[in-house]
C-alpha cells in the first residue's frame, strides 16, 4: 500500500510585481538551483538579500553568483518577486 501524501498549505503574495526582467528570472532561478534539497524560497530571499545568516555561510551559498543581487530591498520585495517567479 502507498503512504498517504499530505499537502502543505502556502499562500504566493506577488505584492505590486508585474513583471520581471529576464536578468531578474535567471538571477532566482540560479539561486533555487543551488536550493534543491536544502532550503525554500525564505531561504532563497536570503541569499538574494545577501543575507550573513548562519546557515547560508555554513552551504557555502553566499559564493553563488545570486547572492546579494537584491541587496537594496526588503525581504519581503524579493519574496514577491520569487512568488511572482513561481
Not at 65 to 84: A, C, F, M, Q, V
Amino acid at each position: 500500500m502507498g503512504r498517504k501524501q499530505s499537502r502543505v498549505r502556502y499562500h504566493l503574495d506577488v505584492g505590486e510585481v508585474k513583471n520581471l526582467t529576464d536578468e531578474e528570472l535567471r538571477i532566482i532561478l540560479r539561486g533555487a538551483d543551488e536550493l534543491i534539497t536544502t532550503g525554500g524560497r525564505t531561504m532563497l530571499a536570503k541569499i538574494l538579500k545577501g543575507s550573513r545568516d548562519k546557515k547560508i555561510l555554513e552551504l557555502g551559498l553566499d559564493e553563488s553568483p545570486s547572492y546579494g543581487y537584491y541587496r537594496d530591498l526588503t525581504i519581503t520585495e524579493i519574496t514577491n518577486r520569487i512568488d511572482w517567479t513561481i
